[in-house]
């Protein structure tokens, strides 16, 4: 049976750290304060909006809300944008992605118009570069990917040395992920849609980071004994049985059942990666505003 490597466990790390963080800060008058900019209604964004919220008001992080009509044009979005930039207290700003159909072919341009010292997710070019060139000024690394080093580093796994597979090379969380893993010492191998034979090269695998985003794609063919597997893809399975005993619920590449029996450790779909990614956001605030305060 394999150790489950457990999201509550890591957040609930990281959030003493940021509590104690943030104690420190507002005692020598900095309020870390998080901006929401939205656009629109969307369910999905709503319900992140929500954790992102409890999180923040958990550490201490102030948050303010700018909700702008699903119809906004991109001159009155990227003037919002402008104007968070000049806020004086917001120190992290998160915006909703993706933007509304209308405004997808504008969605880089639109992206960049944001200041990187407060991209605390990761939707600039510069926040990309920082971590491709491994540069703590450039902005903030995606929360997902960061959430996976965070289980790696709370559990102990030691990347070293390791030889280490992501399946998918999206800028989200595939190719970051190699970037952090290789930071990490990991010798790093990306598979993606036109890799011969991804069920052998992710058997080699010390470390396996699935984040394919298809459902029930990672099967047994692709582990072997002694592997850390961590699952980051947030599927929808019409079959699988949720918490209220009827059907349909959430769960990630892994055929969990088939995998947790082989592998050393695995994180769980839901309960892992996922839980972690609002503790990393939130930490990115309160680091944004130590940066600027010179903390």
Not at 117 to 143: H, I, Q, W, Y
Not at 154 to 165: E, F, L, P, Q, R
Not at 168 to 182: F, I, T
Request: net charge negative.
């Amino acid at each position: 049976m394999a150790k489950l490597l457990l999201g509550k466990e890591v957040t609930a790390a990281l959030n003493a750290k940021l509590q104690a963080k943030v104690a420190e800060l507002k005692e020598k008058g900095v309020s870390p304060k998080l901006g929401i900019l939205r656009c629109g209604e969307n369910p999905s964004d709503l319900s992140y909006e929500k954790g992102a919220v409890a999180r923040a008001e958990l550490i201490g992080v102030e948050v303010e809300k700018f909700v702008l009509p699903e119809d906004v044009t991109k001159e009155a979005l990227i003037a919002k944008i402008e104007e968070l930039n000049a806020n004086e207290s917001i120190h992290g700003v998160l915006m909703f992605r993706p933007l509304p159909k209308h405004l997808k072919a504008d969605q880089n341009e639109i992206c960049n118009k944001l200041d990187p010292a407060k991209d605390v997710d990761c939707m600039t070019d510069l926040s990309n570069a920082g971590v491709f060139e491994d540069r703590k000024d450039l902005g903030f690394a995606p929360c997902t990917p960061q959430a996976c080093m965070e289980i790696l580093d709370y559990y102990g796994i030691d990347c070293k040395g390791k030889s280490a597979v992501v399946i998918g090379r999206s800028l989200v969380v595939g190719k970051p992920a190699a970037m952090m893993l290789m930071k990490k010492n990991a010798t790093v191998t990306i598979c993606h849609t036109k890799t011969v034979n991804t069920a052998e090269v992710a058997r080699s695998a010390d470390i396996l980071v699935s984040a394919a985003g298809v459902l029930g794609s990672l099967t047994k063919d692709f582990v072997r004994p002694g592997q850390i597997v961590i699952d980051v893809s947030i599927n929808w399975d019409p079959e699988k049985i949720n918490s209220k005993g009827g059907k349909g619920a959430i769960a990630g590449d892994a055929r969990f059942e088939e995998i947790e029996p082989i592998v050393e450790a695995i994180t769980p779909v839901p309960g892992g990666v996922g839980s972690v990614t609002t503790s990393v956001l939130i930490g990115h605030v309160v680091e944004a505003a130590a940066r600027k305060a010179g903390i």
